[in-house]
């Protein structure tokens, strides 16, 4: 059964502490590997897709990697803006698109 | 540009009620999916539309679940029988979908909450 995990759960960092989210993938006929940021009480909104292992895309203080099994999210010298839950999310050949749980992240001033 | 348009944004009702969610896709978008999001579960697909056909509803729940998308600008998903386990947040997503990897635009949701 294809899985996305996110680790970890949550994470609080002080403002300008690095850090790198990690979304571990098994899925058949990866398509798309996507990141979303979600704010409280609104919808998931579009950061990323990476297609293929060694990709790198930024954004920002965000940058999205890609290999054969796992992507990361990698933040450098965060801001208490930048406080959100990030979803990981893997489409598979069969376009079917699975998400992992997220992981909260909190930015301290 | 206006993004995606869900409503309404609360709705509390009783166990057995009909629950009607409404969603407005983005203009010129030609996929719109239904999401389910709780704690325990996380983000789940329940049902996608392309040009307003329905493409996959294996992620609905239940026959309890349905879905219509009688136009490109509108689309609703009922429940009927609700169930105080349907609570959750409701989202609806749109795409302009060239091909399936292209990235969706959400809604803000709808919270239901069933007693």
């Known amino acids: 059964e294809d899985q996305v995990t996110q680790s970890p759960e949550a994470l609080r960092l002080q403002e300008g502490e690095s850090s790198s989210l990690n979304c571990s993938y098994t899925v058949s006929g990866l398509r798309g590997l996507f990141w979303y940021r979600q704010d409280p009480g609104k919808g998931p909104e579009f950061l990323f897709t990476?297609?293929?292992a060694g990709e790198e895309k930024e954004k920002e203080r965000l940058k999205a990697t890609l290999t054969k099994k796992e992507s990361f999210l990698h933040i450098t010298a965060p801001k208490p803006e930048d406080s959100a839950t990030y979803l990981c999310?893997?489409?598979?050949?069969?376009?079917?698109?699975?998400f992992g749980k997220g992981t909260r992240l909190h930015i301290l001033p | 540009d206006a993004g995606v348009i869900q409503s309404p944004r609360h709705e509390v009702t009783e166990m057995g009620q009909e629950v009607t969610l409404r969603c407005k896709p983005i203009?010129?978008?030609?996929?719109l999916f239904w999401y389910r999001q709780t704690m325990m579960r996380g983000l789940e697909l329940l049902i996608y539309f392309n040009n307003n056909v329905p493409i996959d509803d294996s992620g609905m729940p239940e026959d309890r679940f349905s879905a219509k998308m009688p136009n490109a600008s509108f689309s609703t998903l009922k429940i009927q029988p609700s169930e105080p386990r349907d609570s959750a947040v409701y989202f609806c997503?749109?795409?302009?979908?060239?091909?399936?990897?292209?990235?969706?635009?959400f809604g803000d949701g709808t919270r239901l909450s069933i007693l």
């Open positions: 999310a893997a489409l598979n050949r069969d376009d079917k698109i699975i």
């Open positions: 203009s010129g978008h030609n996929s």
């Open positions: 990476l297609y293929s």
């Open positions: 997503a749109s795409s302009f979908r060239t091909t399936s990897n292209q990235p969706q635009h």
